[in-house]
């Protein structure tokens, strides 16, 4: 892209300078400049896969279940061909902690680039942008636009650029639900005004909405004010993390000049603010490194182009180190800090990965009958009653043969357990025992279901058998 700056730039960004005297950013709206580079076509490619995978996975099945699903109503998630269930919570924990153990370490060797490559924030607040453009042009013109007087062309523009907001809006919110309500149903639902699930309406209503705010409106201001990682992200941070920053040593002193060699007394920044007007928060990054910082790398882009145009080396504003931009050396990368992330990063994807292994297919519950503590029946026989839950997590029908294990012969009321596909199914179970069997007033018990397809598939529970104790005078 052909990068023009004139001296109305320069003007125009000295009225937006910040103003940060009671702790607040007070700042007009900021007009963000178009950049491409080397740094942008990586964002481009990383944002453009993530929103494809965005808005693709609640749609695409395998082997008939949903790729991602995380249906509340049955209780039943399903992440990339596996099922999980309510009773796999540690596993949900491990996941959490193995996210938070590599942003972590992320953070620590490459800084934020999360928020500037990965980020929903900025991947959104981008396409919201690139709807302007496309609808009021490039940053003159919109700063034009906004300083013209209503007209019938003003409104034409803003309208378009609200509604294509809205739909966008709208079209995330659908397909957020979609993660959390059958997608297909949803949508046959909603656009033949059938819809019937209020939270779903609901939900719909307030990430359309949300969505809006955030990417339309509110854009750099939830980096800097709303999102807690921009605050504490500086304790994961350490003087060998990447960070994007501008060499003070080579750009230092600046000053205005359209060729290097005009003014050589000058350092290399030649004072253009093509690097403020491109960045979305609106920072000066010359200032040193500041939280309001997400990492997007447009002003490494900005800088460079300039830095081309004047003939001078790329990497005024770059990627490195804070040791780095001091020393003027390059650093090592890892810190004992980072490696100690990296370790505590593999051990629990270890942990994870071990633990989804052993994970059982089926699981078994018993629970004993607490409104009596033993019947006799007609025959003299003691009977005790159980609720069973047999979960089967496979993705194929089965029949469990149930047993039990116990120190006195057991007669089962019923023996044969059929469950379908990631069926939770719930048995009234009647045991009986001869009286003179029982020894004591309590005896343990153990229920073992065994499927009648796979016998290596067991599920055990505990219970105790309760009645009168036999006297054996
Ligand atoms: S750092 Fe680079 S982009 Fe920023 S004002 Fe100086 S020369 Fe221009
Ligand atoms: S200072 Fe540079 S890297 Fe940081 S947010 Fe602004 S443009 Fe992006």
Redesign the pocket.
């Known amino acids: 892209m052909k990068t023009t700056i004139t001296l109305i730039d320069v003007q125009e960004q000295q009225s937006e300078t910040p103003d940060q005297s009671n702790g607040y950013l007070q700042r007009g709206k900021i007009y963000v400049r178009r950049m491409t580079g080397f740094f942008q076509r990586i964002r481009s490619v990383s944002l453009s896969l993530l929103m494809a995978m965005y808005f693709s996975f609640a749609w695409i099945r395998i082997e008939g279940n949903p790729l991602v699903l995380f249906d509340l109503e049955v209780q039943k998630f399903y992440l990339f061909g596996a099922i999980f269930w309510p009773q796999d919570f540690t596993l949900l924990a491990f996941a959490l902690i193995i996210c938070a153990f590599g942003l972590f370490f992320i953070t620590g060797l490459l800084g934020r680039i999360w928020c500037?490559y990965s980020c929903p924030q900025t991947a959104w607040s981008l396409m919201f942008i690139w709807l302007e453009e496309f609808f009021e042009g490039s940053r003159h013109q919109r700063i034009k636009l906004d300083q013209e007087r209503n007209s019938l062309r003003k409104w034409l523009k803003k309208s378009g650029k609200h509604i294509s907001w809205l739909i966008l809006a709208f079209a995330t919110a659908v397909t957020f639900v979609g993660y959390f309500y059958p997608i297909r149903s949803l949508t046959a639902d909603l656009f033949s005004l059938s819809l019937s699930s209020g939270w779903a309406i609901f939900w719909i209503a307030f990430f359309t909405l949300a969505t809006y705010l955030n990417a339309g409106w509110l854009r750099e201001k939830v980096c800097i004010y709303m999102c807690p990682y921009a605050r504490f992200q500086s304790v994961m941070f350490n003087e060998n993390t990447m960070i994007?920053g501008y060499d003070q040593q080579r750009g230092e002193p600046r000053g205005h000049r359209s060729k290097q060699s005009e003014k050589p007394n000058l350092g290399d920044c030649i004072e253009c603010q093509m690097?403020v007007q491109?960045?979305?928060?609106g920072?000066d990054?010359r200032d040193g490194l500041?939280y309001?910082?997400?990492?997007?790398?447009?002003?490494?882009d900005a800088c460079d182009s300039i830095m081309t145009k004047i003939n001078s080396p790329k990497g005024l504003?770059r990627y490195a180190s804070e040791k780095e931009f001091t020393t003027g050396k390059p650093q090592r990368t890892f810190n004992i800090g980072t490696i100690g992330y990296g370790a505590a990063l593999i051990m629990a994807i270890s942990i994870f990965i071990s633990v989804m292994a052993q994970r059982p297919q089926a699981e078994l519950s018993a629970l004993r009958d607490r409104g009596s503590l033993y019947v006799e029946n007609g025959l003299g026989q003691i009977e005790n009653f159980y609720t069973l839950k047999l979960v089967n997590k496979r993705e194929t029908k089965d029949t469990f043969r149930l047993s039990v294990r116990s120190s006195f012969p057991v007669k089962v009321s019923q023996e044969n357990l059929p469950i379908g596909a990631g069926e939770v199914i719930t048995y009234t179970i009647i045991l009986e025992v001869a009286p003179e069997q029982l020894l004591e007033a309590s005896s343990p018990i153990e229920f073992i279901s065994q499927s009648l397809t796979d016998p290596n598939l067991r599920a055990v529970a505990q219970s105790k058998f309760l009645g009168p104790v036999h006297s054996t005078d």
């Open positions: 500037g994007v690097c491109v960045c979305p928060t920072i990054i500041q309001e910082c997400i990492g997007c790398a447009l002003c490494i504003i």
